[in-house]
C-alpha cells in the first residue's frame, strides 16, 4: 500500500523523520491535530500549495489495515504522506542508529554512543523506505527539501533513484568535528550519502565548518570557500539560522488569555522573580548545570531567599531509555534537595513541572518571567531563546543564555554563558536580577529586532533561494561539460582539419595524482593513446607539464612527440633535443628556499622540489585542513616578496609554485602555435597553471579544463578518465 503514485507530482517534496501532525487514538477514534512546531509554520506554503507534498512518518503504527488506509486518506487531505514505520525500524532506526549513534555523537557525549551494527542496517533500510515512497512524487521539476539526522543518507539514494530538480539538506541539530565523527564506522556512507544535496544547512558557521572539514578529512573534498568538489560534483554549505513565526508570539502574548494567565501566574509567586527555563528532557540542555548554578545563587545571596523562583519546566522525552531515566532521577533529587535546604515557610526555590503546556499557557510563562534561563551544553539553535524575546510585549524580562546554543550567534544583546562555569553563571543570573529596566528593555528591543527579521518565513525563503540560485549556477556549468554533442562537434572539426595541434598537460589530466609524485607513472593506456595520436601525419603533439623535464625524458624516451617541461623552462621543440631557456636566473632561489623550508620544518608530509630554474612546495601527503592553513601562511609570505623579485607565485593543487614572471605554458607553446599555424587546436589542462594556455591560444582553439572549477577554457570534463575517453575516440578516427 505504500508505494502509490500521486496524481500530481508536486513543485516541492518536503521529507522529515516526522509529519507535521500528530494522531491520538481517543474512544475508539483517530484524532488528527495540525503540529504548531516551527518547522510546520515556516513550511507550510510550500506542501498545502501548488500541489506540493510533505513525507514522513505519522508518529502512530495502525493496527489494521483500515485504519492506515484512513490515515493515509485523511493525511492525503493535508498534502501529507505517511510512511508507516514497524516497531522494530522504531526501536533501531529511530531509537537506535538516530538517537543512540547520531544523536550523542553530534551533541558531544561519544561515551552514550552505542556502535551496533544492527541499527546501522536499520538506519539504512529505513532510509531507503523513505527513498522508495518518495519517487513517484519526484520529477525533474520537483525540489527536494530533506530535513535533519535521521535522514542523512537519504539525499544520495533520491540521487540514484530520481532525478529532482535540486535536493536540500537542513541539520538542525550541531555537527560535531571530524575528530568525533571519524569514530562512526559508517562515516563514509552517510557522507557520501548526505554530500549528493545540492545544498546542505546549518544553523551556525561553527557547525558548517565542522562539517565541511570532516568531509575534508574524510571524503578527501576540496573545500572552495562555500563549496565541497568530489569525485566530479560538488554541493555547497551554508549557514541559515532557522527562526519562529514571530507574529504568532507576538500576537498570543498580547492576547487577553495569555495576559489573564500570566497575571494568574505573577499571583502565585507575589512578591518574586520569576526565572523561566522550558526543555525537553535531554542530557544536553544542562538541567543540573542550571540548578547548581541557582544553588550557589541562593547561597552567595542570601538576601534572595523568598524572593526568586526558579519556574522549571521539563518536557517529558524518552524517559525509559536508561540515560534519559537516570537524568530524570537526578533532576527529581537535586530539586528535592534544593527545595529541602533553602525553603522556608510560605516559599520553596524551584517549582518544577514535567509535562508540556498548551500554546497559550507556555506564552503566560514567557510574558510572566522575569528572566529566561537558557543554559544548553549544545543546541544547534535552541527556538524558546526566541520564543522569550518574542513574547515580551508588555513585560520587561532579560534573557541569559548560553554560548552554546545556536540562538547565541545572532542575539548579541542577551547575556551570554559558559553553561560549564557554575560561578560565572552564577553571577550572570544575579546581574540579570538585579538589572535596571532602562538596560532590560534596551537589550529587549534590540534582540526583538533580530528576532523579528529573521523569522522562520525568512529562513525559508532564504534556503529556498540559495538553492534555485545553485541550480541556475548549475545550469550554466552544465552548457560547458563536455557532452556527446560536444564530442560530436569536436570529432567533426578535428577530422577536417589538416594541421592539428595537441596540447596536453599530464599530473591530472592524463593521470591521476598520487602521493607520491614521482609513482604518478604514465599507464600503458597512456603510451598507447600518445603513440596513436602522434603517428598521425597531420598531428603535432606536444605535452606541456610543470614536472621536471628529466622525469619527463625517463618516462617518455625517443618518443614521436614533443615535450615542453617545468612550465616551458625546457622543451625539445623542435629538434627533440632538449633546450633551457636562456636568460634566466636563479639568484631569487636563497630567499625563496628559506621560505619554504620554514614551513616545511613545520608541516610534516610536506616538502621542496627544486627544479632548475622553478622552487615548488607540496603538501599532498599532509592532512587536508592543516596543509591547506599551511599553504595560506606560505602564500602569504611568498605574495610578500614575489613582485620585488619579479617571481610568479602559482597555487595549485596541493603545490605551491614559484618561477620567473617571464615563464608560463602559454608563452611556451605560442612558438608552435606561431610555426605550425594550425587549423585545428586542443588544449587540454587541470591546473591553474593551464590557464595561461587557456588564455593565451587563439579564440578559436577547443581548451577544456578537468574538473568543473572556474576557468577560462571553453568546457570541462570531470576527470582524467573522460580525457583518456575523449582521446580514445579521437585515436578511433585516426585509426
Not at 493535508?78 to 526501536?91: A, S
Not at 526558579?310 to 531515566?325: A, C, E, F, G, H
Not at 533532576?331 to 525553603?343: C, L, Q, T, Y
Request: proline share 4%.
Amino acid at each position: 500500500m505504500q508505494n502509490q503514485s500521486p496524481k500530481h507530482s508536486g513543485s516541492t517534496l518536503i521529507i522529515s523523520n516526522r509529519l507535521p501532525v500528530k494522531i491520538e487514538r481517543k474512544k475508539g477514534k483517530l484524532k488528527f491535530t495540525a503540529s504548531e512546531g516551527g518547522l510546520a509554520t515556516g513550511l507550510g506554503s510550500f506542501y498545502k500549495d501548488n500541489g506540493s507534498w510533505w513525507l514522513g512518518w505519522p508518529g502512530i503504527i495502525p493496527k489494521t489495515a483500515a485504519e492506515e488506509e484512513q490515515i493515509r486518506e485523511e493525511l492525503k487531505k493535508r498534502n501529507l504522506i505517511p510512511i508507516f514505520l514497524n516497531q522494530h525500524e522504531i526501536n533501531y532506526f529511530y531509537e537506535g542508529f538516530s538517537n543512540a549513534i547520531l544523536w550523542p555523537l553530534c551533541h558531544y557525549r561519544p561515551s552514550y554512543v552505542e556502535l551496533k551494527p544492527e541499527y546501522w542496517t536499520y538506519y539504512a533500510s529505513v532510509n531507503q523506505k523513505f527513498a522508495d515512497l518518495a519517487k513517484p512524487y519526484i520529477t525533474e521539476q520537483t525540489t527536494v527539501w530533506v530535513h535533519d539526522y535521521q535522514l542523512m543518507v537519504l539525499p544520495g539514494l533520491i540521487r540514484q533513484e530520481s532525478s529532482p530538480r535540486s535536493i536540500g539538506y537542513f541539520h538542525h541539530i550541531p555537527f560535531p568535528p571530524a575528530e568525533l565523527f571519524r569514530m562512526l564506522p559508517w562515516r563514509q556512507q552517510l557522507l557520501q550519502g548526505l554530500t549528493q544535496a545540492d545544498l546542505i544547512g546549518f544553523h551556525t558557521y561553527e557547525n558548517a565548518q565542522n562539517f565541511s572539514e570532516t568531509c575534508q578529512s574524510i571524503l578527501h573534498a576540496e573545500v572552495h570557500q562555500q563549496q565541497l568538489k568530489m569525485d566530479g560534483r560538488s554541493c555547497h554549505v551554508d549557514v541559515f539560522p532557522m527562526g519562529i513565526d514571530y507574529e504568532k508570539y507576538k500576537h498570543q502574548a498580547i492576547s487577553e488569555a495569555s495576559q489573564g494567565y500570566c497575571q494568574e501566574l505573577k499571583a502565585l509567586y507575589p512578591g518574586q522573580k520569576l526565572i523561566l527555563s522550558v526543555d525537553r528532557l535531554d542530557y544536553s540542555k544542562g538541567v543540573i548545570q542550571r540548578l547548581e548554578a541557582y544553588e550557589l545563587l541562593l547561597k552567595q545571596h542570601p538576601e534572595l531567599i523568598g524572593k526568586v523562583n526558579l519556574y522549571m519546566l521539563i518536557v517529558p522525552s524518552r524517559d525509559q531509555v536508561n540515560q534519559y531515566k537516570k537524568l530524570r532521577n537526578e533532576i527529581d533529587r537535586k530539586v528535592g534537595n534544593i527545595n529541602a535546604m533553602h525553603s522556608i515557610p510560605g516559599w520553596q526555590p524551584v517549582s518544577y513541572f514535567y509535562k508540556s503546556l498548551p500554546f497559550d499557557r507556555l506564552s503566560a510563562a514567557y510574558c510572566a518571567a522575569d528572566v529566561c534561563f537558557i543554559n544548553s551544553l549544545f543546541d544547534g539553535m535552541n527556538l524558546v531563546a526566541k520564543e522569550y524575546v518574542a513574547s515580551k510585549q508588555y513585560q520587561s524580562g532579560v534573557l541569559v543564555l548560553s554560548e552554546f546554543a545556536g540562538a547565541s550567534k545572532e542575539l548579541a544583546d542577551a547575556l551570554l554563558i559558559n553553561p560549564y562555569a557554575i560561578q560565572e553563571t552564577c553571577d550572570t543570573l544575579y546581574q540579570a536580577l538585579q538589572m535596571s529596566e532602562e538596560e532590560k528593555a534596551e537589550r529587549m528591543l534590540a534582540n526583538q529586532q533580530v528576532v523579528e527579521k529573521f523569522n522562520v518565513f525568512h529562513w525559508v525563503n532564504l534556503f529556498m533561494l540559495r538553492l534555485q540560485e545553485i541550480y541556475e549556477a548549475n545550469h550554466q556549468e552544465i552548457a560547458r561539460k563536455v557532452t556527446a554533442d560536444t564530442k560530436a562537434a569536436l570529432l567533426a572539426t578535428y577530422q577536417q582539419a589538416n594541421r592539428r595541434l595537441l596540447l596536453l598537460d599530464y599530473d591530472g589530466t592524463l593521470v591521476g595524482f598520487h602521493k607520491n609524485a614521482e609513482k604518478a607513472m604514465p599507464t600503458p593506456e597512456v603510451h598507447r593513446i600518445l603513440d596513436q595520436l602522434s603517428a598521425d601525419a597531420k598531428n603535432t603533439l606536444s605535452l606541456v607539464s610543470g614536472r621536471k623535464y628529466d622525469n619527463l625524458q625517463q618516462w617518455f624516451p625517443k618518443k614521436d612527440f614533443f615535450i615542453i617541461a617545468e612550465h616551458g623552462i625546457w622543451s625539445n621543440y623542435p629538434h627533440k633535443e632538449w633546450q633551457v631557456r636562456p636568460g634566466l636566473s636563479n639568484s631569487w632561489k636563497p630567499k625563496i628556499k628559506a621560505l619554504m623550508q620554514y614551513i616545511t620544518d613545520r608541516t610534516a608530509g610536506s616538502s621542496i622540489e627544486e627544479k632548475t630554474h622553478s622552487l615548488a612546495w607540496h603538501y599532498r601527503k599532509v592532512e587536508p585542513a592543516f596543509g591547506k592553513l599551511k599553504a595560506q601562511e606560505l602564500l602569504s609570505q611568498l605574495v610578500a616578496v614575489a613582485e620585488d623579485l619579479e617571481l610568479q607565485v602559482i597555487n595549485g593543487d596541493r603545490v605551491i609554485e614559484v618561477k620567473d614572471q617571464v615563464i608560463n605554458k602559454g608563452k611556451a607553446v605560442l612558438q608552435l602555435v606561431s610555426d605550425l599555424n594550425p587549423d585545428f587546436i586542443l588544449c587540454i589542462g587541470d591546473d591553474a597553471t593551464d590557464e595561461d594556455m587557456f588564455q593565451e591560444l587563439p579564440s578559436d582553439s577547443m581548451t577544456i579544463k578537468v574538473g568543473d572549477k572556474q576557468s577560462h577554457a571553453k568546457y570541462y570534463v570531470e576527470n582524467y578518465k573522460e580525457v583518456l575517453k575523449l582521446l580514445q575516440e579521437i585515436t578511433a578516427i585516426t585509426a
